[in-house]
Nanobody, 122 residues
C-alpha cells in the first residue's frame, strides 16, 4: 500500500512561487504515474497535472507555463513547482498515484495524500 504526504503549502502573494512536495512511503512511486489535483472551497477537484514514470508531463490549460511537475525516484518524491501564482490558484493541493499520466479524473487515481493548503493573496 502506498502512502502519500504532501508538504510545502502556505501563504504567498500573487506573482510569487511555491514548491509542493509529495513523499511516498510503503512502496516505491517509480512505477506510478503521479498526478496533482486541487480543490478550491465550494468546488470539485480539479486536475492540475501529472507525470509519467518516465517523466512525461501533462498539464491543465489553467496552469500550463506556470506550473512544473518533476519527480525524484531515488527520493520517492514528486514535486509541483508553482510560479506566477494567482489568487485563483488558492486551493488544497493533493497528490495522487495512478496508472497513466494521461488520466485527468480523480477516479483514475488509486492512492491519495491528505492535501496541503495553498493560499495566494492579491
Amino acid at each position: 500500500q502506498v502512502q502519500l504526504e504532501e508538504s510545502g503549502g502556505g501563504l504567498v502573494q500573487a506573482g510569487g512561487s511555491l514548491r509542493l512536495s509529495c513523499a511516498g512511503s510503503g512502496r516505491t512511486l517509480s512505477t506510478y504515474a503521479m498526478g496533482w489535483f486541487r480543490r478550491a472551497p465550494g468546488k470539485e477537484h480539479e486536475f492540475v497535472g501529472a507525470i509519467s514514470w518516465r517523466g512525461n508531463t501533462n498539464y491543465a490549460d489553467s496552469v500550463k507555463g506556470r506550473f512544473t511537475i518533476s519527480r525524484d525516484n531515488a527520493k520517492n518524491t514528486v514535486y509541483l513547482q508553482m510560479s506566477s501564482l494567482k489568487p485563483e490558484d488558492t486551493a488544497v493541493y493533493y497528490c495522487a498515484a495512478g496508472s497513466s499520466y494521461d488520466y485527468t479524473k480523480t477516479y483514475d487515481y488509486e492512492h491519495w495524500g491528505q492535501g496541503t493548503q495553498v493560499t495566494v493573496s492579491s
